[in-house]
């Protein structure tokens, strides 16, 4: 089992950027493909970014190819979301999650969630 804690968020405006940081507990941090998802008020939480056990292979929702790059220190088991170019259609709680498994590939389906960091993103 992992516990995982997110930090980073806060307040910026449109065009910045921000780096959040997921730090998990445990030893076997390299186990678990890792993602980032969001939940804007009023709606769904949707998927942002996942990356593979290794670190190797991404996958980016759409919305912010281009923009938002995952990466992960398996070293000192955190995983970041480094977000440029905001725009106010970002503005969300961004949760952190991860799942134990034997794939190199990324995946979109977690069983471990951390409590999420608030980014809002003024205009």
């Known amino acids: 089992q992992v516990q995982l804690v997110e930090s980073g968020g806060g307040l910026v405006q449109a065009g910045g950027s921000l780096r959040l940081s997921c730090a998990g507990s445990?030893?076997?941090?390299?186990?678990?493909?890792m993602g980032w998802f969001r939940q804007a008020p009023g709606k769904e939480r949707e998927f942002v970014a996942a990356?593979?056990?290794?670190?190797?292979?991404?996958d980016y929702a759409d919305s912010v190819k281009g923009r938002f790059t995952i990466s992960r220190d398996n070293a000192k088991n955190t995983m970041f979301l480094q977000m440029n170019s905001l725009k106010p259609e970002d503005t969300a709680v961004y949760y952190c999650?991860?799942?134990?498994?034997?794939?190199?590939?990324?995946?979109?389906?977690?069983?471990?969630w951390g409590q999420g960091t608030q980014v809002t993103v003024s205009s």
């Open positions: 999650a991860a799942r134990n498994t034997r794939s190199e590939f990324p995946t979109r389906d977690y069983n471990y």
């Open positions: 445990g030893r076997s941090f390299s186990s678990y493909a």
């Open positions: 990356i593979s056990r290794s670190g190797g292979t991404t």
